[in-house]
């Protein structure tokens, strides 16, 4: 149950023509009051002798006992409350009642005193109903409603108790702005899936994720062909900025748009600003670290995201907000460029996670610039294909990510931000099913590799996985579907001189596999990461016992085994 209180008006005739009236797209169907102030107001909806005059008349009627220069300017309160898509038809009746708790829970109406403001509930669709009020009291007082918003929402939660109708998460304030009914139905007419408000709110995401300047964001958003229009102060500082999809235009003809601020919290220009606070000084250093191709940034954006993991647990609130927003720009970059099979997936992850992205906690910048790289390296690297190196480290990265989700939604919610963790826990479902359709190809031909091994090289591995992991957790990796890409990989880490035992434990004790769906997966993935492995196994010799294979890819450009990390000679 969603409550909405609109912004005040000065015509009450206005809104009942409205709430009336047949709506913009023919979508009120059989307008009529359900409840009203004294539980006798006549309603024009059902009676053909009562005109909306007179039911704003009365409505307005306490107006009078205030001097004209007393009245409010705005005396119109206008809330609307609607369910979800799945929750059940609610009866008149129970809207009735919906709309005096709401009421009451406003500060509108009290009625144990029988002096609150005047006021009607009319439903003229199934799923939800307008509230109108006249803003001030029958004794010619106002009514208090500070805080008035937090009250229906509280109030939102218990009568979906009561009611038995889909529980939503409390909020605290810092959602992006919901489309307007009118929004919706115009999406509706012209065929899109989403409002323009929310394809913007995408769109803009994308073009801000891992750019570095004011230039790199409004030139990126240029070329995917939004209308940018930017507020420049007399000395020549740009103050803000507004953006329209092409071919969304108003009843004039023109294009509609919107403030960057009225998109996302976090998409106001100073907000933007501040995530390049802790961007690098010297240009030329990004230009370097810019990878050559899409595998290349895959690989090192799923090491960022596993650094990123790992520091998550010590990490103070400021520092993870941090992280936090950098990951919902890595998963902007990702769904930006990822290929066919996993685009859609990738995109609702992303769509999901902008809520996770943004609470009360201020992020500090700067320490999340190993993200915020990794996403512009996804970006300049160019969409990868599904297939070869290419596919498999895009499983690798989606594996990563879904890991750090799973950790900004534990965060979330021991911090009590109920909607962060459940938008959290919605991407990371997302991110199962991309993974999924990502790494069916890859682990599919280790598993041929696997299934390939002489038989003294994999109980070679066999013994290796019980030595190197606890003893639960040993028989269950043993039994998984995905042993036998592990024993692949363990092999070709063992080809390649690492001590495999050694670099096992170490990749099981990185963090927890609880949420894993297939641990074995999940290691094979540290494993190829940590040592450097072709996370395509295609390209990967197979090892028959003794041999040793060359130097992996990436020792010599500078990975991590070039520097020694996890690298143990036997």
Request: include cysteine; hydrophobic fraction near 40%; glycine fraction near 8%.
């Amino acid at each position: 149950m969603v409550p909405k209180i609109h912004k005040r008006g000065q015509r009450t005739i206005g809104l009942l023509y409205y709430l009336y009236g047949s709506g913009k797209a023919e979508e009120h169907v059989d307008p009529h009051l359900v409840a009203s102030w004294d539980h006798s107001a006549p309603d024009p909806g059902r009676d053909a002798e009562v005109t909306y005059k007179q039911l704003q008349q009365l409505l307005d009627q306490p107006l009078a006992l205030l001097a004209e220069d007393e009245r409010p300017a705005k005396h119109v309160w206008h809330l609307s409350v609607r369910n979800g898509p799945t929750d059940r038809t609610l009866s008149d009746e129970e809207w009735g009642d919906v709309a005096r708790r709401m009421v009451a829970a406003a500060g509108i109406d009290d009625p144990d005193q029988n002096s609150g403001c005047r006021w009607v509930a009319v439903r003229h669709a199934d799923d939800h109903v307008h509230i109108l009020a006249t803003l001030v009291r029958e004794d010619g007082n106002r009514p208090d409603l500070d805080f008035d918003a937090v009250r229906v929402q509280a109030e939102a939660r218990r009568l979906e108790e009561e009611l038995g109708l889909r529980r939503l998460n409390p909020g605290d304030g810092t959602a992006a702005k919901r489309p307007t009914s009118a929004e919706r139905h115009k999406a509706a007419r012209q065929g899109r899936e989403r409002t323009p408000r929310e394809e913007l709110r995408e769109t803009v995401r994308r073009a801000v994720a891992g750019a570095e300047s004011e230039k790199e964001f409004f030139d990126r958003l240029g070329a995917v062909g939004v209308l940018v229009r930017t507020r420049v102060a007399p000395s020549g500082d740009l103050l803000g900025y507004t953006v329209a999809l092409p071919g969304d235009v108003n009843a004039q003809g023109d294009p509609v748009f919107y403030p960057g601020s009225k998109l996302g919290p976090d998409l106001s220009l100073p907000r933007i600003r501040e995530r390049w606070s802790g961007r690098r000084t010297h240009s030329r250093v990004a230009e370097q670290t810019v990878p050559s191709g899409p595998a290349s940034a895959r690989r090192r954006a799923s090491s960022a995201l596993w650094q990123a993991v790992l520091v998550m647990d010590g990490a103070n609130d400021a520092f993870a907000a941090a992280y936090i927003a950098a990951a919902g720009e890595v998963l902007d970059a990702l769904a930006k460029t990822s290929a066919a099979h996993t685009r859609r997936e990738l995109q609702e992850a992303a769509f999901a996670f902008e809520r996770a992205s943004r609470s009360h906690v201020r992020a500090e910048r700067g320490h999340d610039r190993a993200l915020r790289q990794a996403a512009r390296d996804l970006v300049y690297s160019g969409p990868a294909l599904g297939r070869g190196e290419d596919g498999a480290t895009t499983a690798m990265v989606i594996d990563a990510v879904f890991f750090l989700v799973t950790v900004a939604a534990h965060w979330h919610g021991t911090k009590a931000h109920a909607q962060q963790a459940a938008a959290a826990r919605l991407a990371a479902e997302h991110l199962r099913t991309a993974y999924r359709a990502a790494a069916v190809q890859p682990m599919g031909v280790l598993a041929v590799r696997g299934r390939s091994l002489a038989l003294p090289v994999l109980r070679r591995q066999v013994l290796r996985v019980r030595e190197a992991l606890p003893s639960a957790l040993a028989e269950q990796v043993l039994a998984e579907a995905g042993w036998a890409a592990l024993a692949a990989t363990l092999a070709d880490a063992e080809a390649a001189e690492y001590d495999a035992t050694s670099l096992l434990a170490d990749a099981a004790a990185r963090r927890e596999l609880a949420s894993a769906e297939s641990v074995s997966d999940v290691l094979v993935w540290r494993l190829r990461r940590a040592a450097d492995l072709p996370a395509d196994a295609q390209a990967t010799p197979l090892p028959d016992g003794g041999s040793v294979r060359p130097d992996p890819a990436g020792r010599k450009a500078g990975g991590p085994a070039a520097q020694g990390q996890q690298r143990r000679r036997r």
